[in-house]
């Protein structure tokens, strides 16, 4: 086992590194994927006195809160840290076919039995292992049955990323991949083929960061599968099926908004009345709306400034104008003109390059 730092190690060891201890080889030889990997190291981090406490009480929140409001706790906060949020984590489980449960089943089985014969779990409060009575084994193993469900679609991948030149990979970037995590409050962006914000690894955390402007009271979406410029609406969607068993219905699905080959460079200027102006600093809010030949000019130039830059982040030069350029196309083309366009496309991946430049190295420690 490696741990990340001497915090992690320490961790760690108090928490869950004795039920996994004499596991974890065969856990990891059984090769079933990272999602049992995340449901034993979740158990292990629960002791089963803890368990039988807690689940019936959640059980009967599932049935009495709202969906919107399961995960929150009494005092209306949703902390990632308590592990009512990932109790009520979404799996889609009425979307899901036989030999999809049939599967998760198996391994539920296989988990219980590690969790039994790991002789650290059912254990008294003097950490004493006892025979588990046949009450003890049916909670167990249905949690485990339910996080197999519901952990899967909510799993991030933990990775580390290399920059490299725009001209060396399309998206200027390398990711090697760490591990998987959970993070019940990111599971809570919704999915978008067009996205308005992008999450970023630093370590085990990740952050989100916009990618659009994104006007009060609207939805902030993510995506947890391919955009809409890059791949086709069926290969979307039917990737979202199998992944996330849902069908999209984002605005790029919705409209069928072409992919990058049949992609408009250019967008098209909304009718005066739509534009939006509202909270505009800088130079957009000196745009008048109905004055369409100042804002073609303006558009002009600010096109040309951004292909500039975009080409000289193709060549590895990449300036503080880089992210403030395509910071101001995504504004003004959300204020002042209608999607889809490639060149928005092109500032969201410059925009998200940048930031991912100036994040800071993990560092591992054996
Ligand atoms: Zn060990
Ligand atoms: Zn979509």
């Not at 000019?297 to 104008?321: I, P, R, V, W």
Request: net charge neutral; charged share 20%; with cysteine.
């Amino acid at each position: 086992v490696i741990f990340c730092s001497d915090y992690c190690r320490t961790e760690g060891i108090a928490k869950f590194h004795q039920v996994e201890c004499c596991i974890l080889p065969t856990l990891i030889e059984l090769d079933m994927g990272i999602t049992p990997i995340l449901t034993y190291r979740v158990l292990a981090q629960i002791p089963l006195l803890q368990l039988k406490s807690i689940i019936p009480k959640l059980e009967v929140e599932k049935h009495q809160k709202t969906r919107q409001l399961q995960g929150f706790n009494d005092q209306g906060v949703y902390d990632s840290s308590d592990y009512e949020t990932l109790f009520h984590l979404e799996g889609n489980f009425g979307a899901r076919d036989l030999n999809d449960l049939l599967e998760k089943c198996c391994k539920a089985f296989i988990l219980t039995k590690m969790l039994i014969k790991s002789k650290c779990y059912f254990v008294d409060e003097h950490g004493t292992p006892f025979e588990p009575s046949l009450y003890d084994v049916i909670l167990v193993g249905s949690t485990v049955f339910m996080h197999l469900i519901n952990i899967q679609p909510n799993s991030l991948e933990i990775c580390e990323y290399q920059v490299v030149p725009l001209y060396k990979s399309p998206t200027g970037l390398d990711a090697k991949s760490l591990g998987g995590g959970i993070y019940p409050a990111l599971s809570l962006f919704n999915h978008s083929c067009h996205i308005s914000a992008t999450r970023i690894t630093y370590g085990c955390h990740k952050a989100i960061y916009s990618l659009s402007f994104i006007t009060k009271g609207s939805e902030v979406c993510i995506s947890y599968g391919e955009k809409f410029f890059s791949h086709s609406i069926d290969q979307r969607r039917s990737q979202l099926l199998r992944n996330y068993k849902f069908k999209c219905n984002c605005e790029a699905c919705t409209n069928n908004w072409p992919t990058l080959h049949f992609l408009e460079k250019f967008p098209k200027l909304k009718q005066s009345e739509k534009m939006i102006l509202r909270g505009a600093t800088g130079k957009i809010a000196k745009l008048n709306p109905h004055n369409r030949k100042r804002i073609e000019s303006y558009m002009k130039e600010l096109f040309q400034k951004f292909h500039n830059c975009y080409l000289d982040a193709m060549k590895g030069k990449n300036d503080a104008d880089t992210g403030t350029i395509a910071i101001e196309v995504l504004e003004f083309i959300d204020r002042f003109a209608d999607m889809p366009c490639s060149l928005y496309t092109d500032a969201q991946e410059m925009l998200e390059f940048f930031v991912l430049e100036k994040q800071a190295p993990c560092t591992y420690v054996n």
